[in-house]
């Protein structure tokens, strides 16, 4: 037998697991501090009524024989898939029913599209990145290249025409540092990818937090995409199915004359056995009329935590994006600390538990990540704290 020697070129510990150690050692060692959890991108809230209605009514139907399902399809059932579509096309976007695929969320599927992929293909990632992109593709052995986002261009790196790639991994609003692609910024990337015929895995995670129309919800609001990019998106963070499981991949036909739509399919009903239904009728709750009004209750809950956050760090001049369309608040560690002297700084101090920017890339060094998942309560007193120790 030989194993993957690929797994020898990625860290021993993923980021989070990392970051759970440190906090686990502070707590043991100081039992009588509260310590404020700002780091994980994990929801608090719980899930809609609507959707916890739907999940209860689906389980009776999982005990009554007329009702009893047993597998389902591998790409999703359709009635989950049509709440899919007009989603879509209340956003200006027109899919057909078989280009979405219903998965258990957008990370296990931004790593198994991989699996269409030659390992000779080269790989573009913006630095700093959420470093499953670049693990998964350690893993599979595949080069990988970095464009940088920086403060010079305010995250949002655009096309190096320099750098030829075949696989490139966009995320908006973008996951560390809350920055949010426009129209035209994107038309540069989708341009780029269909001239140099490589492929965009668009992760549209956050898409949910966007509130301003000019800028774009979905990469298939821009011309020419669909001939050149694959969207993933999730339940996780617009619906709080973080401990659910449900999102969806989008796969235009109009990409290699339908070649990788076939492909997914082949891959799903070989490697996947679907969504439980029970899941999925939860997830088509969210898209009903009271399902969407109940997740934007609880995304303006976090938009106004993300605005508490902002608001204290403005009062003390550190720089910092993200949070006005992104659960996450990107700052630059104060007295050029680096990422993981600022994390211990907070840690020690005040009881603050951020992530590290340096965690996702070189160029994420001497910045820090905060998110707005965290109870009202928590993130009141956790600005209180900072606000105070400040001073």
């Known amino acids: 037998m ?3 020697t690929n797994y020898q070129n990625i860290s021993d510990s ?12 502070f707590a043991s060692n100081n039992p009588d501090k ?39 399809p591998e790409q999703g059932y359709d009635f989950l898939r049509e709440k899919v579509q007009a989603y879509y096309k209340s956003h200006n976007v027109s899919l057909g029913i078989d280009e979405i695929f219903i998965s258990d969320g957008a990370k296990s599927d931004l790593g198994n599209i991989l699996d269409l992929f030659d390992v000779n293909n080269t790989v573009l990632v913006p630095d700093p990145v959420y470093p ?21 261009n305010n995250f949002l790196p655009l096309p190096d025409k320099s ?35 490589s492929v965009i895995l668009f992760d549209a995670a956050y898409e949910c937090f966007i509130t301003d129309e000019d800028l774009p919800r979905s990469i298939f609001e821009i011309e020419g995409a669909k001939t050149c990019a694959i969207e993933f998106c999730s339940l996780s963070k617009m619906a ?45 709750a969210v898209f009903t009329q009271d399902g969407q009004k109940e997740i934007q209750e609880n995304l303006n809950y976090y938009k106004e935590n993300a605005k508490i956050i902002s608001q204290t760090l403005e009062k003390h001049n550190i720089w910092h994006i993200g949070g006005k369309h992104s659960p996450y608040i ?20 005040v009881q603050i538990v951020g992530t590290p920017g340096s965690g996702f890339g070189v160029n994420g060094e001497g910045y820090f990540r905060l998110t707005s ?18 001073k």
């Open 163 to 197: 750098i030829k790639a075949d696989i490139i991994y966009l995320c908006s609003p973008n996951n560390p540092t809350g920055a949010v692609y426009n129209k035209e910024q994107l038309k540069q990337w989708v341009d780029y990818a269909n001239e140099n015929k």
């Open 14 to 25: 993923y980021l989070f697991s990392t970051i759970a150690k440190k906090v686990n050692e």
């Open 330 to 349: 990107w700052l630059k560690c104060p007295n050029n600390m680096t990422s993981w002297e600022f994390f211990d700084y907070l840690l020690n101090n």
């Open 132 to 152: 499953v992109y670049v693990d998964t593709n350690t893993m599979a052995g595949r080069k990988i290249v970095y464009i940088n986002a920086n403060a010079q």
């Open 2 to 4: 030989n194993v993957n």
């Open 373 to 390: 998942f965290g109870s009202r309560e928590n993130t009141i007193e956790a600005m209180k704290r900072l606000d105070e120790f400040l």
């Open 240 to 284: 709080g199915f973080t401990g659910t499981r449900c999102g969806y991949t989008v796969v235009p036909k109009a990409i290699e004359n339908g070649l990788l739509n076939k492909m997914w399919l082949r891959r799903q009903t070989t490697k996947f056995n679907g969504v439980p239904y029970i899941i999925q009728r939860g997830a088509e």
């Open 34 to 72: 509260k310590i404020i959890k700002l780091g994980i991108g994990d929801v608090t809230l719980p899930l809609c009524k609507v959707v916890v209605n739907a999940l209860k009514s689906a389980s009776e139907e999982m005990g009554v024989k007329e009702t009893f399902r047993g597998y389902g």
